[in-house]
C-alpha cells in the first residue's frame, strides 16, 4: 500500500517568512495530493490540493509543487502569519479513491512573532 | 466550516463496551469516509461508504463496522472496545468516489478506559 513521509516534524519560522513543508510518496498511482491545516481541537480542514496531471498550484500565499519522477510534493507558504500555526498534513491517494487517503505524520508550524 | 457534522463531540466508554458515532455528509455529497486519528499521528483511513455500501477498508479489524443511510449520513460502530481505541474519529465527506475531495468534520473524541 500507499506509504507518506512527512518532513520537518515541526518547523519554527519569524512572522513574515517563508515555510516549506516536503512529502513523498511510494506508489506511482497515487494522482491526488491535498494539504490539511488541523487546529487544536478542529478537524482538517482542506488548503489546497493539486492533481498528477499539473506541476504547481497556487492560491494567495500558499502554493504545492509535485514532481511525479521523484514522487514528492511540498507545501510552500509565504508572507507568513500567526494564525498559520497550526499542524500541516499532506495526503496522498490513488484514482480509485477506495483506498482512502494515506496521510503523513504532520509537521507542527510555529510562527514566532 | 465544511458542512460535515459529527455526533456526539466526546464520549468516554469503557475496554469491552460497544460504541457508535454519527456523521451527517456535506449537503449534495454521496460518499462518506472514515478515520482514525491517534494523538500526534495523521489520520488513517478506516473504510468508505457509498451508496449504502462498504466501498473500500483500510487495516482494521471487523469489529469496526458502519452503516451509510438513504441520506448518506454515516455511523461508525466499534464493537468490544480497546484502550488502543483511543483517539479522534473523523468523518470526510465526498462527491463521488473517484478520488473527488474530501471535507472533514470535527470528529468525535473517544477514550476508552
Known amino acids: 500500500g500507499e506509504n507518506v513521509e512527512q518532513h520537518p516534524s515541526t518547523l519554527s519560522v519569524q512572522e513574515g517568512d517563508s515555510a516549506v513543508i516536503k512529502c513523498t510518496y511510494s506508489d506511482s498511482a497515487s494522482n491526488y495530493f491535498p494539504w490539511y491545516k488541523q487546529e487544536l481541537g478542529k478537524g482538517p480542514q482542506l488548503i489546497i490540493d493539486?492533481?498528477?496531471?499539473?506541476g504547481e498550484k497556487k492560491d494567495q500565499r500558499i502554493a504545492v509543487t509535485l514532481n511525479k519522477t521523484a514522487k514528492h510534493f511540498s507545501l510552500h507558504i509565504t508572507e507568513t502569519q500567526p494564525e498559520d500555526s497550526a499542524v500541516y498534513f499532506c495526503?496522498?491517494?490513488?484514482?480509485?479513491?477506495?483506498?482512502?487517503?494515506?496521510f503523513g505524520k504532520g509537521t507542527h508550524l510555529i510562527i514566532q512573532p | 466550516e465544511t458542512g460535515v457534522t459529527q455526533s456526539p463531540t466526546h464520549l468516554i466508554k469503557t475496554r469491552g463496551q460497544q460504541v457508535t458515532l454519527r456523521c451527517s455528509s456535506q449537503?449534495?455529497?454521496?460518499?462518506v469516509s472514515w478515520y482514525q486519528q491517534a494523538l500526534g499521528q495523521g489520520p488513517q483511513f478506516i473504510f468508505q461508504y457509498y451508496r449504502e455500501e462498504e466501498n473500500g477498508r483500510g487495516n482494521f479489524p471487523p469489529r469496526f463496522s458502519g452503516l451509510q443511510f438513504p441520506n448518506y449520513s454515516s455511523e461508525l460502530n466499534v464493537n468490544a472496545l480497546e484502550l488502543d481505541d483511543s483517539a479522534l474519529y473523523l468523518c470526510a465527506s465526498s462527491l463521488g468516489t473517484g478520488g473527488e475531495t474530501q471535507y472533514f468534520g470535527p470528529g468525535t473524541r473517544l477514550l476508552v478506559l
Open positions: 493539486i492533481r498528477s496531471n499539473v
Open positions: 495526503a496522498a491517494m490513488a484514482g480509485g479513491g477506495a483506498d482512502g487517503l494515506t
Open positions: 449537503s449534495g455529497h454521496n460518499t
